[in-house]
């Protein structure tokens, strides 16, 4: 890298803010806006889309030479528009390398952009489950070994910026994207996420936080739809997990939302972006556009009247790169410059960040190579391994952690799970639309969902076994029946299912989703719901199947493979058993059999509540009291299944429960502790929670929170006492004056396995003023698990 034509070799060493201030001085306005936009080489803009309106956004249509003759800041997604072998991806990124530093005469090459939701989204690479099952295992440590392992890929490809984690809380289920989140709770969210952050940033890899903020509150859990919020919620539900991100895990990205909040697009809120991001949390890093979003606020919003304006708005919000292609930050931003319409100052701030962020990252630095470091030299083989076995056994043991055990009834005076499967225990169906289909596993931010599904000709890039195959593996002959596909099913195809069932001694019943984009699936980006009843002909189909299992005698075992919970109602008396799986990658297949044969002792915990019912939504267990379940209406929104439940293959119990304090100030902790014992005969772990209830408050408050939980992994009859310090602030929510504050008080601390089920309570007063508390306030619930 070069700093101008009278210094062709500045040294490394100098100072990063004198490099990029020198460069900020020295180039032209063409030359700083080419270093605040991302150009997508290999984007089709006819067939299937993998962004929002990408047919109508052809974007700029000059030359790659043209393109590049200033310089460039981004370049989108090299191994994750189209199926190429890593090795073939990482050599056209060297020539785009080289060519894009060669063209320009300040020499910068450009930072590499990748999605990295579930793995990265790149062919052959690991598929590992989708956040909603991260959220699922209760798990942080987990997470963080994933992220650095899905880092440690991206740096040795020679990408710099992963477009992960989504901190959206969930408020609809029906919202095609719940599988991308991590759970229905601000704290889960935020403590899981967080970890994927340090995980992904100790590679050296920018995290990026998204949607920021308020997507996942979308108008009846469309894509897109405005959203209906006031500033108390989105607060209080919203923002804490991005908050904890920025503050605890350091990430040096923020993507922008798609959607408005009460009427002001993210893209174009500089009170959001600015104001709040920058100033209120002294965010330094950059703040990077969703796909095309700076153009949807002409597109689609309304509040531009073209391309130059709408790149004013976002730039003057505190957008710093246009993504994913040249759409509003080149001519037509230009123009508007030209014009007087805005001040250069606001694009030297925006690429003041872009260049500090390329300087952390080696961008600025003589010594950058342009070869990615899988490629030792021009010999180097095609054998670049992306899905390790290493790899493959975290995936394994993620996704046997994020199965959750919902119910299991006695079958012949014994639970109906664990199976034996062996000579003596009879034949074994695999039924449903889900049995024999290994996108079963995969998530729409999977490659092989995402991309790989517009490919047909191409094979998938990994094994990704289907839930029957893993069951011949293991056990022999398996009698299945596919009905059709998630959506439809046909009376020939129902029959034969119910007559797979009425033959077998045990059938497993598989149903859930089919993850895609924009109608491409019923689950997945643009896939939204209008109520939570089971796809297509799957509900007509499960009902059929369990009547034939109970003709028959047929133990019947319901899984659900699926990006969101759906209602379940109508079964849960009638199956013996029933499995909850949130596209648990590409080794669901197996760690799903684990967990149904015993192998693995069942440990999830829903991220999400399971309705009873497809209507009462949306709805989260994160409500008040007037929302929940009350004599002045006849709807009952109760979950069949609350947040944090799941059952196991042992038993345990909560004892000893201790407060240190009945007061303490606002300022002041408590200790809250409980012994937790394995009382059965099986190994297995269970998941303390601590939630808070504010009985009275000067604002209404949530019926219960979370603030804490640990995941306690316990030998059969051992025990640990789990210790959670309390910190006045975790009770703070925000006030009459928007401001969020701390209130003295009677609070309610339940020490629970799930949120309907509680161990103990304990009452603790808040004595002392009312204090007002902000980002540096404690955020986190310290514990600690002492193993007797």
Same mark, same amino acid.
């Given at each position: ?21 020198? @460069? ?70 060297? #020539? ?30 690991? /598929?590992?489950?989708?956040?909603? /099952? ?32 989504? @901190? ?59 959203? +209906? ?17 920025? $503050? ?58 073209? +391309? ?61 190579? #342009? ?16 899905? !390790?076995?290493?790899? $493959?056994?975290?995936? $394994? ?116 989703? =089919? ?11 643009? =896939? ?35 990006? $969101? ?45 399971? !309705? ?101 992994? @316990? ?36 020490? +629970? ?36």
């Amino acid at each position: 890298m070069s700093t101008g034509a009278a210094d062709q070799q500045a040294p490394a060493r100098i100072p990063t803010l004198d490099v990029v201030e020198h @460069l900020i001085r020295e180039m032209t306005l063409e030359e700083k806006l080419a270093q605040l936009v991302g150009v997508w080489v290999n984007a089709s803009t006819d067939g299937d889309s993998v962004a929002p309106l990408q047919s109508q956004m052809a974007g700029d249509t000059r030359s790659w030479d043209d393109i590049i003759a200033n310089g460039l800041g981004q370049i989108t997604r090299m191994y994750g528009t189209v199926p190429v072998e890593p090795a073939e991806g990482a050599r056209r990124l060297a #020539a785009a390398q080289e060519q894009i530093m060669a063209a320009s005469r300040f020499g910068i090459p450009a930072q590499v952009h990748e999605e990295c939701l579930a793995g990265l989204a790149a062919w052959k690479a690991t /598929a590992f489950p989708v956040p909603l /099952a991260w959220g699922a295992t209760f798990n942080p440590a987990l997470v963080r070994e994933m992220a650095s392992r899905i880092g440690a890929s991206m740096r040795s490809l020679g990408v710099h910026q992963g477009l992960a984690p989504v @901190l959206d809380v969930v408020r609809d289920l029906r919202w095609g994207r719940v599988e991308e989140t991590i759970g229905e709770d601000p704290y889960l969210v935020g403590t899981v996420a967080t970890a994927y952050v340090q995980g992904l940033e100790s590679t050296g890899i920018v995290a990026t936080l998204k949607h920021f903020v308020g997507y996942s509150a979308s108008q009846a859990g469309r894509n897109h739809a405005p959203v +209906s919020m006031g500033p108390r919620e989105l607060a209080d539900v919203m923002l804490p997990p991005f908050e904890m991100a920025i $503050r605890h895990g350091g990430p040096r990205s923020v993507m922008h939302a798609y959607t408005d909040v009460d009427g002001v697009p993210a893209a174009a809120n500089r009170a959001l972006l600015t104001g709040l991001l920058r100033e209120d949390w002294g965010f330094a890093g950059t703040v990077v556009a969703d796909y095309f979003g700076v153009a949807f606020l002409d597109i689609t919003h309304g509040v531009a009247a073209d +391309s130059g304006d709408a790149a004013v708005l976002a730039l003057s919000a505190g957008v710093d790169v246009e993504l994913p292609t040249v759409n509003c930050f080149g001519e037509p931003l230009l123009r508007r410059i030209r014009d007087g319409v805005l001040d250069e100052s606001v694009v030297d701030q925006a690429l003041r960040r872009v260049l500090t962020q390329k300087a952390e990252l080696g961008l600025l630095s003589s010594e950058f190579s #342009a070869v990615p470091p899988v490629l030792p030299g021009p010999a180097d083989s095609d054998a670049i391994e992306l899905d !390790p076995a290493e790899n $493959r056994a975290l995936a $394994r043991e993620m996704a046997a952690q994020s199965l959750v055990l919902l119910s299991n009834r006695e079958f012949r005076g014994a639970p109906a799970l664990p199976l034996t499967l062996d000579a003596s225990s009879g034949s074994l169906g695999v039924v449903g639309p889900l049995a024999e289909d290994p996108f079963a596993m995969l998530g729409c931010y999977s490659f092989d969902a995402h991309v790989g599904a517009s490919h047909p000709e191409v094979p998938m890039g990994i094994s990704v076994p289907s839930v029957a195959a893993v069951a011949s593996a293991r056990f022999g002959p398996v009698l299945t029946s596919v009905t059709g596909n998630c959506e439809a099913a046909t009376e020939e195809q129902i029959a034969e299912a119910c007559h797979v069932a009425s033959s077998a001694d045990t059938c497993a019943v598989v149903v859930g989703d =089919n993850a895609g984009l924009f109608g491409r699936g019923t689950s997945g980006e643009g =896939n939204d719901a209008a109520d939570l009843r089971l796809p297509g002909d799957q509900h007509r189909m499960l009902d059929r199947v369990l009547a034939a299992c109970e003709a028959s005698g047929t133990r019947a075992v319901v899984v659900v493979l699926s990006g $969101r919970p759906y209602a379940l109602g109508d079964f849960v008396d009638r199956a013996h058993a029933i499995v909850q799986g949130f596209f648990p990658g590409e080794e669901g297949g197996e760690a799903l059999w684990d967990v149904l044969t015993g192998v693995v002792n069942p440990s999830g915990k829903l991220p999400v509540s399971v !309705p009873r019912s497809p209507g009462g939504q949306p709805g989260t267990y994160l409500h008040s009291k007037l929302a929940g379940p009350s004599g002045v209406s006849a709807l009952d929104p109760s979950p069949l299944f609350g947040f944090g439940h799941g059952l196991t293959f042992t038993s345990f119990e909560l004892t000893g429960h201790q407060c240190s304090a009945p007061t303490m100030s606002t300022s002041d902790s408590v200790l809250v502790s409980c012994t937790v014992t394995n009382t059965g005969s099986r190994d297995g772990a269970e998941v303390v929670q601590l939630y808070l209830e504010d009985p009275v408050g000067e604002v209404v408050r949530p019926v219960r929170e979370l603030i804490g939980y640990a995941r306690v992994e @316990l030998e059969a009859g051992a025990f640990a006492v789990v210790d959670f310090v309390v910190h006045a602030d975790r009770t703070s929510f925000t006030g009459l004056d928007l401001q969020r504050v701390v209130t003295p008080g009677l609070v309610k601390l339940h020490v +629970s396995t799930s949120s309907t089920s509680d161990a103990a309570s304990h009452e603790v007063i808040l004595d002392g003023p009312r204090r007002v508390v902000g980002f540096e306030r404690e955020m986190l619930t310290p514990v600690s698990v002492r193993q007797g």
